[in-house]
Each structure stands twice: as C-alpha cells, then as structure tokens.
C-alpha cells in the first residue's frame, strides 16, 4: 500500500492571506501547506480522498495519473471544490462515471454544487460524471477493504476510513476534520501500521482536535506510527515536531508511505 499526501492544511492554507508570521514567511518547505486531501493506492486500486481547491495542482506536482473511485469525507469547500477537476480521470476511465462515496450529507453538497455531474457517462469527453454511492461501513474490493466510521466534526459528521489491503494485510487508518474519535473509531483503528489524526493547532478548537488531543488519540489506538494533518499555520513543523512522542509526527504536502 502507497499513500501519498496531497495536502495537509487547514480552510486557509498556509502560507495564509495577508499573514507575515513566522510560519507563513518560514522557508522550511514542510511548512507551505495546501488544504487537506491523500491519495491511496492498495493493491493497483486508486483510491482518492477528497479534492481540495489546488487538487489539480497536487496532482500535477505528485503525478497523480488515475484514479479507480473517490471518498468525500465530508461536504466542507476546502474537501469539496476540488471535485470538478475530477473530469480529466473520467476521461482516463474511458468515459464512465467514476463511484463518488460519501455521507448522506455529503452527497447532497456534491448534488448541490455539481448537479451537472450525476449521469452515467459524461456528456462528451472532457465531462466530468459521478456515481453517487452511501459509503457502506464496510466496502468490499478485490484489493481489499475500506472500513469507514462516523466522527464529529461540529454540526456534521465526518467518515473516518480504515484501508486494509487484501495481499499484504497492512492498515492504514486516516481520521481528519474530528473533534473527537469515538470508542467505535478506535477499535476500528487498532492494529492499524499507520495512523493519521487531525492535528488543527497547539490550542483548543470548537470542531477540531489540538495536538495535544490528537496525541492522546494517538497513545490510545496505540500504532506504530502517528501522523498528524490539517494544520494551521499556528504551528511550525520542526519546533512542534520536536515536542511530539517519538511514534508522533506531523505530516507535510508530498510526503509519501509505504506499508
């Protein structure tokens, strides 16, 4: 299994608008982040995981080149406004809708924002299609399994996704945009090789997990490794990196794993 993140920022990104502080002007390349997204690939299967504003350019920069079906999250602008660039890996499909799963909420933002994308097939090429799909809490593949879990995250919930890849047996779980990872997520991630836990910011948040938070999570579930996404730019890499526990860390757009 291959992850690759795309993005691991907040709503504002960082470098922020208008902001001259030292994470924003900071030359440290892991501190220059575009808003949150990961691609997976589990056994050849393409698995993408929301599309951020600059989800075209995270493709370009990562050569992105396919992708087999697309997890919203959740139907918040900095996951969502991303999804019409979708339309080049519809082409790439050979002209059918690509499976679009997510939440009821979810789905009915994508209807809202992109109602002239639900058909079958593309209009003519160069048309973005999607088949709107309820994620199931388990998805069944010939690569393996994505276990999914629903985790608070303000007035909505989030799906939190657990991948298990069917040759080598590794699991990844991945739980951004949460306050919270209830009881029920955590089971779901033991046993995980590798974790992922929203990480907004040093102080608390009314729908984000803090460091210090997502730390606590992170000894719980109890995994080898612990990456933390969705940053703000409250918080430099390597001087709050150096306060995490050993098996913590935070994440940077481009970084790569493999299971």
């Not at 299609?129 to 069944?140: D, G, R, Y």
Request: proline share 6%; net charge negative.
């Amino acid at each position: 299994m291959e992850v690759i993140f795309l993005g691991t920022g907040t709503s504002q990104g960082v470098p922020m608008l208008a902001c001259d502080c030292a994470v924003c002007t900071s030359t440290d390349p892991r501190n220059k982040r575009t808003r949150t997204s990961i691609h997976v690939v589990m056994d050849g299967l393409h698995i993408q995981v929301d599309a951020s504003p600059e989800f075209r350019l995270q493709c370009l920069r990562e050569n992105v080149r396919w992708i087999d079906l697309f997890i919203l999250t959740h139907g918040h602008a900095d996951h969502i406004t991303g999804m019409d660039d979708l339309r080049r890996f519809c082409d790439l499909l050979g002209g059918v809708a690509l499976p679009v799963y997510s939440t009821g909420e979810g789905m009915s933002r994508v209807l809202s924002i992109y109602p002239y994308t639900i058909m079958e097939r593309p209009i003519m090429k160069g048309y973005p299609a999607f088949k709107l799909i309820e994620m199931p809490v388990a998805l069944e593949l010939p690569q393996g399994t994505i276990q999914s879990t629903l985790l608070p995250h303000g007035g909505i919930n989030t799906l939190g996704l657990v991948f298990t890849e069917r040759s080598s047996g590794r699991k990844f779980t991945y739980y951004t945009d949460c306050k919270r990872v209830p009881r029920e997520a955590v089971e779901f991630a033991r046993g995980s090789d590798v974790v992922v836990l929203d990480g907004l910011r040093p102080d608390p948040h009314p729908t984000h997990m803090s460091v210090d938070e997502a730390v606590a999570v992170a000894v719980e579930i109890g995994a080898p490794q612990t990456y933390l996404t969705h940053i703000t730019h409250l918080t430099d890499h390597s001087e709050w990196e150096a306060k995490l526990p050993e098996m913590v860390n935070f994440a940077y757009d481009g970084l790569r794993l493999k299971l």
